[in-house]
């Protein structure tokens, strides 16, 4: 599983300054910000105090220094955070920010007065001096985020917040950019629903890969039963979940799916995938992906069913902003008379991530067609009870973009009695959520996450990536 960390994660830091103001807080705020993100494990890119006045950027030389640096780390930086320890000069930021053309968010922080540390010695006037600098970056039509308060200290409880909040919009924005997705399979022939436009996708940067599954069962059927890639996989299917009662055969048949899908996919540089599942796989291959499926999404590398390759961008933006794993569901079902619940489900690929125990088995609905023996695969249990984000993304093809929905509620421990993989969802006013949803012609998918990231998720869609995404007001 996806384990939180920003060990990885590299920001610029910009720290303004304007000549009149006093210098030392110049220097000090660049101190300040830098410990704030080393104390994260995050790497700063910032100006030397010996490259320029206080290591902050005023003049138009100091705006080329500063741009050069980010331009030489350009491929390293997620985001910039821009610091206002004083007023800053609104302009010597703007052009850093416009020479360096990074494309990649930017946080903007000022730095708050103390009442009484207000004669000119110690003056910041950083609250009107962030009006200005945001001023000019409107004009530059460089996009931007804000903090929580308009005045926050870089060594803050609140500002830390934030700054997770902006590393999550940093991760989604990177991940989506030249995003490569698999395709594998083709849409099953009943579910219009999950329809996209590729071309839509490939001018936001994401490209899919097709695969045939003609071509996965011929790759399958080449491996040998003994094959060393395939023992290990069976090794690793029976240590991720509990197979008793399920034969044997139909364990080597997933760990050959799992191993053909597994190469292809390195092989193509492919992130993520959507697969085809009804019901193509199971009379002629005789298995449910659903296992498989669910293991890849487990280890952050999300996979959808039923080729809905909108519904795998969801999982992957909540993957990318919380870093634990995502699971495509069906807004499913009322649950009793309560208007801000309903039964969340599939039939499963949840990941292992999702359940609070789980186990492998067949799958109920397609066994009554093409008998059980073929469907055994499936991962079967109860959604554990905590905090949930959903998202949904479209191609909308009439408007020639992307659409979506982000918002959060709860998985509850709410009795329920089915089959498959389900949770109960507790959402504030549900019914508007359900309302939008069907009055803007939305999916019955929706990719949910064990956490709080739908803000983060829609500044990143929105703001950074231009896609038309509403948030849901709990």
């Known amino acids: 599983m996806a384990q939180s960390s920003n060990a990885s994660m590299t920001l610029g830091i910009i720290v303004g300054n304007r000549g009149f103001f006093p210098g030392h807080l110049a220097s ?32 138009l030389q100091d705006a080329r220094k500063c741009a050069d640096l980010f331009k030489k780390h350009r491929e390293e930086i997620d985001g910039v955070v821009v610091t206002l320890p004083n007023f800053g000069d609104e302009r010597a930021i703007a052009n850093t920010l416009r020479w360096a053309n990074l494309g990649v968010p930017v946080l903007m922080q000022a730095t708050p007065d103390t009442p009484s540390r207000m004669l000119i010695t110690d003056r910041r006037d950083s609250f009107c001096g962030k009006m200005s600098a945001c001023n000019n970056l409107a004009q530059y039509g460089i996009p931007y985020s804000l903090t929580t308060l308009h005045t926050e200290a870089p060594n803050s409880e609140i500002f830390a917040k934030d700054l997770d909040w902006f590393l999550a919009v940093c991760r989604v924005v990177k991940g989506l950019k030249r995003l490569r997705i698999g395709a594998i399979g083709a849409r099953p022939t009943a579910f219009n629903t999950v329809r996209y436009s590729e071309k839509i996708l490939e001018a936001n940067g994401i490209s ?26 069976i090794a690793a299917i029976r240590k991720y979940v509990s197979t008793q009662s399920i034969p044997d055969a139909s364990l080597v048949k997933m760990a050959k799916l799992g191993t053909v899908i597994d190469t292809w996919m390195r092989d193509t540089e492919v992130t993520i995938s959507a697969i085809q599942c009804w019901t193509s796989l199971e009379e002629f291959f005789g298995v449910v992906p659903c296992t498989v499926m669910s293991m890849m999404s487990d280890q952050g590398l999300s996979s959808a069913c039923e080729v809905d390759v909108a519904g795998v961008v969801g999982m992957h933006a909540l993957q990318l902003a919380s870093q634990t794993p995502s699971a495509l569901l069906d807004w499913n079902n009322n649950y009793a008379d309560d208007p801000d619940k309903a039964v969340c489900f599939h039939c499963s690929n949840l990941p292992k991530h999702f359940f609070k125990d789980v186990r492998m088995d067949f799958q109920e609905i397609i066994a009554g067609t093409v008998g059980k023996d073929n469907t055994f695969g499936t ?11 959903f998202a949904r993304f479209s191609t909308n093809d009439r408007l020639g973009k992307i659409s979506g929905y982000v918002g959060q509620g709860e998985f509850t421990d709410d009795p329920l009695d089915t089959f498959g993989g389900a949770g109960v969802v507790r959402i504030p006013h549900l019914q508007k959520l359900l309302r939008y949803i069907c009055e803007n012609g939305f999916e019955h998918h929706v990719a949910a996450n064990f956490s709080t990231v739908a803000h983060a998720v829609h500044e990143a869609t929105t703001r950074y990536l231009g896609w038309d995404v509403h948030t849901h007001q709990a």
């Open 379 to 389: 991962c079967v249990g109860r959604v554990k009870s905590g905090p949930m984000s």
């Open 208 to 233: 899919i890969e097709t695969l045939d599954l003609s071509e996965v069962m011929g790759r399958t059927a080449r491996l040998k039963d003994d094959d060393p890639k395939v023992r290990d996989r």
């Open 28 to 59: 000090e705020g660049r101190r300040d910000m830098i410990a704030a993100l080393t104390a994260k494990g995050i790497k700063p890119i910032a100006l030397e105090e010996s490259d320029s006045k206080h290591g902050a950027v005023e003049s």
